[in-house]
Every structure is written in C-alpha cells, then in structure tokens.
C-alpha cells in the first residue's frame, strides 16, 4: 500500500514524511524525522515518556498515528532550549538531580512545561495530579515536583521582573 | 499492522460509506486512546481506519436552546474540563469523563469513544446513564437515538449495525435544584481502574425533596447497569438516612460482579451500594445549590 504523504509543522519547522498507517508520531519523530529526544517507554499510552504538544494539547505520540498529524502542529524535547540556552524547566532538573537513567525526562519535561504554560503558580498536589501519567522509575518523583515548583517560582519571579 | 487503509472524510455520509462499504473490518478512529493500544497488541485488527476528527460537526460542544447540551464524538475530555457552563450544568458527567486515564490521554480520550470502547468499567458511561444521555447514530439507514445504557451489549461489543457510528451525545436540559455526581473505588488515588464506578442525577423541589432521579453503576456487570429500583428509594425523598441505606440496597441488589484482580464479588456488591449512598449525597448538595 501506498505510504500517506504528511506535511505538518515540527517545533516551528515545516516537515514532509511518508508514513504508513499504522505508524505511530513517536515511530514517525524517531524514525522518519531522526528526532531521538521523545522516548518510548510502554508504547501504550501508560508511561508518558513519548509526551509531545499537538496542536497545543499534551499527547502521548505513541497513541498518535503519524498520518493523523497533517495540517498539525509538533512540539517537542527538541525545541525546549533555545539553542545552547536550556529551559529553566531544564536547569532545574539538572541542579535538583530530578533525573538518573534519563529515559523519563523527556516526557516529563514536556509535561511540566505544559503545566506551567496554563498555570504559572501551580501547587505541589497539582503538579503531582498533572504528572500522574509520567512514570518515573529512579528518583521516586519528589525531586523531580520539586524541580518544577523550584523552576514555576523563578519563572513567575522574571516574568514579574520584566 | 500492515496495510490498514486509513481515511478521514470530511462528512459523517462519507463516514457512514466508508464505514458501510468496507468488506472487513473498519473502526472508527477519533482519540485512539483505546484502539491505538488495542490494535497495537493485534486484539483489534482493522482494514480500514477511519478518522472522524476532520468531521467539523464531531467537534461540536454546544448548550442547545431548549438547555441541553451536544457533545460531538471528537470532543475531548480535556475540552469538557475546561467548559465551565458545562461543569455547572453536569459537574458529575465532567468529573467521571476526567477520571479516564492521565493529562495526557484526556488531551485525546472522547466520552463517546468511552461509551463505544464498551468497557464495563468505562468511568464516563455510568454518568453518561445516570444524566439520560442519548446516543445519536448515523448509518447507511438515517439517523436513530437511543439511550447511552443500549449502546454496549457486552464487554467490548455494541448494539451499532454495521456501517453505524455514534456521531454525538444528546444530555437533556436542566431544571433548576438539578445536578449529578460520579465516585469510583481504586485502590490507589490516580490513573487506575474503576473496581466499581457510580452516577448519580437528581432532580430537587424547592424544599429540597427529589422529584427524580437516575442511579448508574459501572464495573459490576458485563456492562453499566441503569438501577431503577435505587432510583425510586431516593424519588420523594430528602434522602434522609433510610432513603440512602434503601437506595444502598438496591444497588448492591442489582450489581452482578464477577471476581478478578480488581475486587471480589462479595466486595464489589457491597461497595456498589456504598457508593450510591455517597455520589447521591454529593449529588444532592450540588442539586439544593443549584
């Protein structure tokens, strides 16, 4: 069978790919575009590690078909940093060691953004309700919810300064 | 997965054809949060995939002008949760449809999806019946309403023909001193499984006696069970104590689960009736303030 024909837009870039049905944005990201940021971790839509933006909603890519993201909008690990300038998201994770084996953070990193993208100010039972569908199996999550409440803090603070 | 033919009509009449004239099987395609996985582990293995969500009309989550309110097949959890008219009109519909998996999957996951997924322990369905939610169905025939507890007919199975799909779900308009609820029993606070789910509508006078009601239990049977009898112990009511313990009864008299992982029988009879007993009191404060 012939493969679909996608064009969408990837962190702000015009993409084109072929893809088959049954493959999902995570094998499209990974495989057609070479974008190895976004994990897999349980392919079911458990796990949360191929968390990715869709048209502005937090997705799981895996339980995306590639071919359903046409006319659409991607956003991913890739377009966190701003060249060598990392998302304070980003920052805070590596000072409070919210990571060890890394497959996770991607995901979670997305995730949180997201969170903080529609609510600046969020609580500690709020972030942890927003990350439920982020598996972690190393650091037992509380540096990672201090990270975000750590890295929601500075954010609000240079918003306020600017 | 190999060769599945994939399209995404923008009517539901090339939807219906598409649907109709496909020799094997054709699954309707709108969050995929249950398909995706099902076919995934080739428990479900389509010919033909047909997305709905380029069907504008599927998008639709509208307050009708008689009151009611139309949900199209592609609106999304995540949707409902951020409509506030909706969450005053059906907190309890909202907050069982929020219930279905993580941010995530809510930024996918459909009401009606859940409704045709035809799982028994689906958390937006017994809400769905509880608030008298009609199904509209499109097929190669025309268009047929019937009520959210005849779409499934057993787990995983639905009473569509082929060629049918569920293109919305109708609520009815709310009278004033109404509102409804939804509890569940997992054993941990988050992204699990209901061991039992309860609905409640209620419909309040102004002294605060119920003038109607509907109670909907999901998990204890092969498919959610409308019970009446737990409707009429709180019809006429305040739901002072022995209003509730009947309504209670009726419910763990109606419930018919089978033992697993998840709970026991014996348990999950008993808990039915607990939380018929909890979701209609919480039903009933948000009916007297409404």
Redesign the interface.
């Known amino acids: ?1 012939a493969k ?1 024909h996608v064009s969408a837009t990837v962190n702000g870039d015009p993409v084109e790919f072929l893809c ?3 493959q ?1 944005l995570l094998e499209v990201l990974r495989e057609e575009l070479q974008m190895t940021g976004t994990k897999e971790g349980c ?3 458990d796990c ?1 590690a191929c ?1 990715v933006m ?1 048209d502005g ?4 890519s ?4 590639g ?2 993201t ?1 006319g659409k909008s991607v956003e991913t690990i890739e377009g966190m940093a701003k060249g060598d300038e990392l998302h304070p998201l980003q920052r805070k994770f590596i000072q409070h060691a919210a990571l060890q084996c890394g497959i996770c953070t991607p995901g979670f990193l997305v ?1 949180s953004r ?2 903080l993208e529609e609510n600046p100010d969020p609580t500690e039972t709020e972030i942890r ?6 598996l972690c199996r190393c650091t037992g999550y509380d540096k990672i919810v201090r990270a975000v409440m750590d890295a929601a803090q500075e954010m609000r603070e240079s918003a306020n300064a600017r | ?6 399209e ?1 009509p923008k009517t539901v009449k090339a939807a219906v054809a598409l649907l109709a004239n496909e020799p094997g099987l054709a699954k309707v ?1 709108a969050g ?2 249950d398909l ?2 099902q ?3 080739e428990t479900v293995n389509p010919q033909l ?1 047909v ?1 709905i ?1 380029k069907i504008r009309e599927t998008h639709a989550l509208k307050r009708l002008p008689d009151g009611g309110w139309r949900i199209g097949a592609s609106v ?1 959890g ?1 949707e409902m949760e951020e409509h506030k008219r909706l969450k005053k009109d059906w907190p309890g519909l909202v907050e069982a449809t929020d219930l279905i ?5 809510q ?2 996951c459909t009401p009606v999806g859940n409704l045709c997924n035809a799982s028994p322990a689906a958390d937006s369905v017994p809400a769905q019946i509880a608030a008298g939610a009609i199904a509209v169905i499109v097929g190669p025939n025309g268009t047929r309403e019937i009520p959210a507890e005849n779409v499934a007919v057993a787990p995983g199975r639905t009473s569509l023909a082929k060629g049918e799909l569920v293109v919305a779900l109708l609520l009815p308009p709310r009278p004033k001193h109404s509102s409804d609820a939804y509890l569940r029993f997992i054993p941990r606070s ?2 699990d499984i209901a061991v039992v789910g309860c609905g409640v509508s209620l419909t309040l006078d102004v002294d605060g006696t119920c003038t109607a009601a509907r109670v909907a239990l999901g998990a204890v049977g092969p498919r959610a069970i409308l019970v009446g009898d737990a409707a009429k112990a709180l019809i006429g009511t305040k739901l002072e104590p022995a209003a509730l313990e009947a309504a209670a009864a009726a419910s763990s008299a109606a419930a018919m689960p089978i033992d697993d992982k998840r709970g026991t029988k014996e348990f999950r009879i008993k808990i039915a009736g607990v939380l018929t007993r909890r979701t209609a009191e919480i039903a009933y404060e948000r009916a007297r303030k409404n």
């Open positions: 069978m679909h088959e049905t049954s999902s392919g079911t839509g949360g968390s869709l909603r937090l997705v799981c895996c339980l995306v078909l071919v359903e046409e995730a997201a969170l309700f927003w990350l439920a569908g982020n | 997965m190999e060769d599945i033919r994939y995404a395609l995929g949060t995706l996985v076919m995934r582990a995939l997305d969500k999304t995540a998996g993580s941010t995530q999957i930024g996918r988050e992204m």
